[in-house]
């Protein structure tokens, strides 16, 4: 027994506790006998309870009935053992006398005691010295075992953050690391016995299901990174390995449990609010070898964000690439919108990984998308991205039979390198992350290279330690030629230097210096100054190198880490940007995205466009004495072909006269109107737009003028004077005289031969044309140099079906504008994604050949088409059922009343006057409403649902005469019977928040509905 316990570290530290003080005094002498330290002997419980919170203490005994222990339940020992178990995995032998109740005994079994030891009187009898040297015999096995496991759980520790013991047999938590209380923010509460579940409360039913099925399996397996919920409430993103393992003589489980979110994805998820969409996209199949290693993904990865910065909107975030990930937050965007972007932005990128050397040129670049507001917050949503994005990686639609290759390896050894994703473990640090976010905030600042090169000198010297930043590039004949140098000045400012007062061992290396000697970084060393030579590599050759200079005998750690391989890629691709330094490439800079055609500039006037015909019938016509019709819809170009016909007569060129007959209100005003046209109509081209919306007298009475050549009501009759007369229809006469109110009169005067404008979706060889003039219009309007349309954006153009042709264009092409500060438009701002194909080269639409149009077969069927208040009736219904089913709120009222005065506005040119007349409200109204109308123009162009109603609005303000109703109204009336049927489900307050009101005055409009 002596030799058991010769050394004291071998016995440890006790707390001896008992209300006899003969007996306390005993066990002590007992106690120090046998090479323990007595760290306290009390009686009391209040006094036990302060040497326990102040001292260590490795083994308690104590009787369970104490002094001053009367407001303890179940007695003061068991109090002062789970105190103990609390802070410290300290043993307890009980003292008892036999007295103590069955509670009192339960409890006290559930603190695991090494021994109970019998007490018969104030005094240590003989047997119970016996039981105590046998139970301190058994306590000191015990401690032994603890020392193994205390180092196993060490080596634990170095591999992970935190371990949870799980009982398999129960599903209860044993024991757990010290760090666990840290990780989870458990600190002071009581987690043994709890089921693991309770302690460790994963977010999501899907992963919550996942880490079940782990646990009831029983095996060795990693853990999917999951969310889990601190004592806070706050979100913490965890992974790890679950482990079987025999443990304190148990079957158990043991979680080793690591966090995910480093400084990357923590600055990422602080941009995301609860309306946006996470993408991620990643990288998979790299084939990394000796040529195309570890280092060239950096490289490659820092090229696909700058070609995601080519085409993401303005208002989304880019994150720094993290493994072979990139995290995208698409801010205020609903899936499908956000999958459209997805595939835009992988078609923008399907030819990067050919440019980038065969260890990339088979990669495969997949998105995974999560909506924010479909989690419980920001790290659920990048865990649920994340998760998608792996999912996309491991669906591979290849052949399920695989022969054996020299690749496997390879793409084995990238699986295990990014097999996270977005949340592999990157081992980057705030100092490091912070320092790439400063230098990718100077890409594209600085026209002039001297300016970057100063600006990054002086992030660079903003490292401790760092004196001096040189830049060298590579020149003929393998030589390096001097570009800058800077130094810290002594008051901490940056100074410019000469090459010359460099260090003289440094000038003497680098007169010495060959291209080969820079395959990597090379260290230069004299006295206490260390020369870093860092290689800066474009395009597989060096370019040149920066040389960094530290006072003290090593760089500082964190330095080191800066000048990685993103961090010179991100440099050096900034330095291409500059001619002193692109002439130093060799061969062709690589491009981030397929060659875009720059937009034309040399198109006078409209665009050259035959119109199937149409232009040569109108030259053909332009010679015959007969009135002449030119249907088609509204923007096809109708007025263009009235000005061809007007060309080819021998009027002067501002002899054209239109009339716009949507304008004209009454009968007498019509008649007054057009009969004074036709009077001084001499030598003239009178165009009438859109006749059949006059009166049905004032068409009869036109008809009668024009078919007999003489003016009404004049007496003696009296000719008409020689002139041109067109007429505009924006549909076929037949469909216009039976569902238009055209008097057959009037249609059989226009209906010799009349032309026909196709659509410009059926002129597919214009459309580009078009979009070339408008882009190259409206930006010159805006003051702005645009270069043209990237190549998914042209495929997006040819195969939008363009209802509302031209003038939807010109509205498409002016948002797009003013969505985005760069030269190019692509198929994001365009809010276009029809014909964006990822896989493809390009998407595209053969031109239809001359004619192709006379060839086709007519369609079958009726030929009735819905009015546009009828298309604007059905698309406010389908916008309200689709904001219904997918339990969103959006002000469709308010938009409606936008839109109503946007169109007006633009019908009239900006007359605030006029407009306030066609919608029969006060002019001073529409100068009161337009600050909030254009604040709210940001959410209806974000919402998908709104799109179609929005253009059909314009469109029918343009193309109706004043209505006798107001359009207000009208459009009102339309909604609020929608809301009513298809959003009945929803509360009173939920649709009158959906009218753009308050409820009781949508109460009140219902009501109006209702009783109308």
């Known amino acids: 027994m002596q030799a058991l316990y010769s050394a004291k570290q071998k016995a440890g530290r006790a707390l001896v506790v008992d209300c006899s003080e003969e007996f306390r005094r005993a066990l002590g002498f007992l106690l120090r006998k046998l090479g323990f330290e007595v760290v306290g002997e009390t009686g009391h419980y209040q006094n036990a309870r302060d040497i326990l919170q102040t001292r260590h203490c490795d083994l308690l005994i104590t009787s369970l009935e104490l002094y001053g222990d009367e407001a303890v339940e179940l007695g003061g020992g068991v109090s002062l053992a789970y105190l103990m178990h609390s802070r410290i995995r300290g043993q307890v032998i009980f003292l008892s006398r036999g007295t103590e109740t069955p509670d009192e005994l339960e409890a006290a079994a559930a603190c695991q005691p090494v021994a109970w030891i ?43 953050s935190a371990v949870l013991y799980i009982d398999t047999a129960t599903g209860a938590v044993f024991d757990y690391s010290e760090s666990l209380l840290t990780l989870l923010g458990l600190s002071g509460r009581r987690i043994l016995d709890r089921q693991w579940w309770e302690v460790l409360p994963v977010t999501g039913e899907s992963r919550d299901n996942n880490l079940a099925y782990l646990v009831a399996a029983g ?43 480093g400084s990357e994805q923590s600055d990422f998820v602080s941009h995301v609010a609860s309306d946006d969409v996470i993408a991620i996209l990643g990288v998979s199949r790299l084939h990394l070898d000796a040529q195309w290693g570890v280092q060239d993904v950096p490289r490659f990865m820092m090229d696909l964000r700058a070609g995601l910065l080519e085409i993401v909107r303005q208002q989304d975030h880019v994150a720094l690439p993290g493994a072979a990930t990139i995290c ?46 479909n989690y419980s917050g920001a790290l659920s949503c990048l865990c649920a991205a994340n998760d998608a994005l792996l999912s996309a990686q491991a669906d591979d639609s290849q052949s399920p039979v695989h022969v054996a290759s020299e690749s496997d390896q390879a793409l084995l050894l990238q699986s295990l390198l990014f097999a996270r994703g977005a949340l592999s473990a990157s081992g980057s640090t705030g100092p490091y992350h912070q320092f790439l976010e400063n230098l990718s905030a100077l890409s594209g600042q600085y026209e002039k290279a001297a300016d970057y090169e100063r600006a990054l000198s002086d992030l660079l010297l903003s490292q401790q330690g760092l004196s001096t930043v040189a830049l060298y590039r590579r020149r003929f004949r393998d030589k390096f030629e001097f570009v800058s140098a800077y130094g810290a000045g002594t008051n901490g400012e940056t100074v410019s230097l000469l090459e010359t007062e460099l260090s003289e061992m440094f000038q003497m290396e680098r007169k010495k210096l060959k291209p080969a000697m820079l395959d990597h970084a090379r260290v230069l060393r004299e006295q206490e100054v260390q020369t870093t030579l860092y290689p800066l590599e474009f395009s597989e050759s060096l370019v040149g190198f920066i040389a960094l200079s530290a006072r003290s005998a090593t760089l500082p750690r964190h330095l080191q880490a800066t000048l990685d391989h993103s961090a010179l890629h991100q440099v050096v691709r900034q330095l291409a940007h500059y001619p002193q330094w692109r002439d130093t490439i060799e061969g062709e800079k690589p491009q981030t995205s397929p060659v875009a055609r720059p937009v034309e500039t040399n198109i006078d006037g409209y665009v050259g466009d035959n119109m199937e015909g149409a232009v040569d019938q109108a030259i053909f016509l332009a010679r015959l004495d007969m009135p002449i019709a030119i249907v088609g819809a509204r923007g096809t170009g109708k007025m263009y072909v009235a000005r061809i016909i007007h060309g080819e007569t021998s009027f002067a060129p501002d002899n054209l006269v239109s009339l716009d007959c949507r304008e004209l209100r009454g009968r007498d005003q019509a008649n007054t109107r057009i009969g004074r046209i036709l009077e001084q109509g001499e030598n003239k081209t009178i165009v009438f737009k859109s006749p059949h919306l006059l009166n049905s007298e004032v068409q009869q009475r036109l008809a009668k003028q024009l078919s007999t050549r003489t003016l009404a009501d004049t007496r003696p009759r009296r000719y008409l004077p020689r002139a041109k007369y067109i007429a505009l229809f924006p549909e076929p006469l037949d469909v216009l005289q039976r569902h238009r109110g055209l008097h057959p009169r009037l249609a059989s005067v226009f209906a010799g031969y009349p032309i026909t404008v196709p659509p410009i979706k059926d002129r597919k060889q214009a459309v580009l044309r078009w979009a070339h003039k408008i882009l190259g219009q409206e930006g010159e309007r805006a003051g702005r140099t645009m270069k043209g349309f990237t190549p998914d954006a042209e495929a997006a153009l040819l195969q939008h079906d363009w209802p509302g042709n031209i003038s939807e264009m010109r509205q498409c092409i002016i948002k797009a504008l003013g969505s985005t500060e760069k030269e190019w438009i692509t198929p994001v701002d365009l809010g276009l994604f029809k014909g964006i194909d990822p896989q493809s080269r390009g998407a595209g639409t053969d031109p239809l050949p001359f004619l192709a149009g006379f060839e086709a077969s007519p369609e079958e069927g009726e030929d009735y088409q819905p009015t546009l ?126 009218m753009g009101v308050s409820t009781p005055t949508y109460q009140k409009r219902l009501q109006e509905l209702l009783e109308g």
């Open 118 to 160: 019998a007490r018969t009187g104030t005094d240590m009898e003989p047997a119970e010295r016996l039981a105590l040297k046998s139970a301190l015999t058994q306590y000191a096995h015990l401690r032994e075992h603890q020392r193994a496991l205390d180092a196993q759980q060490h080596l634990l520790d170095e591999l992970c």
């Open 219 to 261: 095996v060795s397996a990693p853990l999917p990174p999951m969310t889990v919920l601190d004592a806070n409430g706050d979100e913490i993103l965890l992974g790890g390995f679950i482990v079987p393992t025999g443990y304190r003589d148990r079957k158990a489980l043991a979680l080793m449990l690591q966090p995910l979110a």
């Open 328 to 373: 995208i937050c698409l801010r205020d965007i609903d899936l499908d919108s956000a999958s459209d972007i997805a595939n835009a932005l992988l078609s923008h990128l399907r030819d990067a990984p050919e440019r980038h050397g065969m260890g990339a040129s088979n990669a495969a670049i997949t998105i995974g998308l999560a909506a924010a507001k």
């Open 869 to 994: 208040l009828e298309s604007l009736d059905l698309a406010l219904g389908t916008a309200v059922t689709e904001l219904a089913e997918a339990d969103t709120v959006r002000p469709l009222g308010s938009w409606l009343d936008d839109e109503l005065v946007l169109a007006a506005c633009e019908r009239y040119g900006g007359d605030s006057r006029r407009a306030a007349e066609f919608l029969q409200i006060a002019s001073r109204n529409i100068g009161r409403w337009m600050p909030k109308i254009n604040a709210r123009q940001a959410e209806r162009d974000r919402c998908p649902q709104w799109r179609e109603s929005s253009r059909i609005i314009h469109e029918w303000v343009r193309s109706v005469p004043p209505p006798d109703e107001s359009p207000i109204e009208q459009c009102r009336e339309l909604l609020i019977s929608h809301v009513a049927s298809y959003a009945g489900d929803l509360s009173a307050s939920t649709r009158a928040r959906i």
